[in-house]
């Protein structure tokens, strides 16, 4: 078979949210993975991370110093970051001070926690994000470099409690909190890019901020819920409540493609990770892409990722050295 079915359905009527098509299919899993508390003067350098990460402050307040930025910016209770770029970063108790190294503090570190001082003033978890290694592009290249969201945003409440319970489950200990970690994280994950589209302002033009458009959801639903279907334009237009034109001006503004373009294009990061994956021939995944033909299907994939599909699957299939 070509994919599960979550990724091609044969019916429009199941529902489709496509910002979790579009984590499911970059594979993206959030790990809490330590954090630390503090008292008195302390600073920590941490290296530039390898993966996404993220932190938030769990009790009282820090400046973050992050590589390339020229201020650092004061994180209070319940605030959340979120570095998508491999830049390393300062976390201290005031600007200036001389950090230790975060890899030394933590080499020691009973349940990958540490304590600076008497740590009774501050307290910190920190986390990352893992991408598949192909997939996961088309959710790092759309991120910033960095997201900041104070505890003052209208998530403030979410993340309070999400942070809560992932101090509880790392301090307690109790039957399944590896799970519940990993699922705690990964609504705060979710919760951090939700507040970043909602309070931002506009994204870059891409994919991202398509999903943040209310407006053209309609019709990325209608895509993603059967990619397989030779979708019209009007038919589109017509989901968001627009006139062609102008549905067609608002997507190609938002999203930087025509809508039809994004459809093919998606459909391609599909058959991409059918050809990876699995051994279904050319032509049942050309069929259940939507084409018409072996060769329509060939010819759309070569034009969009630069090689014949026979030659992609050999090239990505074939043993690393």
Partial sequence: ????????RNSTEMQTDPFSDILKFTRAQTLATGGFTAGGDWAIRFPAPEKIKFFAVVKGSCWVHIDGEAQPVRFDTGDVGLLAAPRAFVLSSAPGLTPVDAMALFSGAVNATA?????????????????????????????????????????????????????????????GSQLASAQLAQLLFIQILRAHLN???????????????????????????????????????????????????????????????????????????????????????????????????????????????RTYRLAAQAPSE
């Avoid at 078979?1 to 091609?8: A, S």
């Avoid at 019709?219 to 397989?228: K, N």
């Fill in 115 to 175: 304590t600076l001082g008497d740590g009774q003033d501050f307290a910190h978890i920190g986390g990352h994000v893992l991408l598949d290694p192909t997939s996961g592009k088309l959710l790092r290249d759309v991120l910033p470099a960095w997201i900041h969201v104070p505890a003052a945003t209208p998530q403030a409440a979410s993340f309070r409690w999400l942070l809560d319970r992932l101090m509880e489950e790392r301090a307690h200990g109790l039957p």
């Fill in 1 to 8: 078979m070509l994919v599960n079915p979550f990724y091609l």
């Fill in 199 to 309: 309070n931002a302002g506009p994204a870059p033009t891409g994919w991202l901020r398509a999903l943040g458009e209310p407006r053209l959801a309609p019709a990325l639903r209608l895509m993603h819920g059967d990619p397989a279907r030779a979708w019209r334009l009007e038919e589109l237009a017509a989901a968001c409540a627009m006139s062609r034109t102008t549905f067609a001006a608002r997507f190609r503004e938002a999203a930087g493609v025509a809508p039809l373009s994004y459809l093919a294009q998606w459909r391609m990061r599909l058959a991409q990770r059918a050809l990876r994956e699995d051994d279904t021939p050319v032509a049942s995944l050309a069929q259940s892409l939507g084409y018409t033909s072996e060769s329509a299907f060939s010819n759309a994939f070569k034009r969009i990722t630069g090689s014949a599909p």
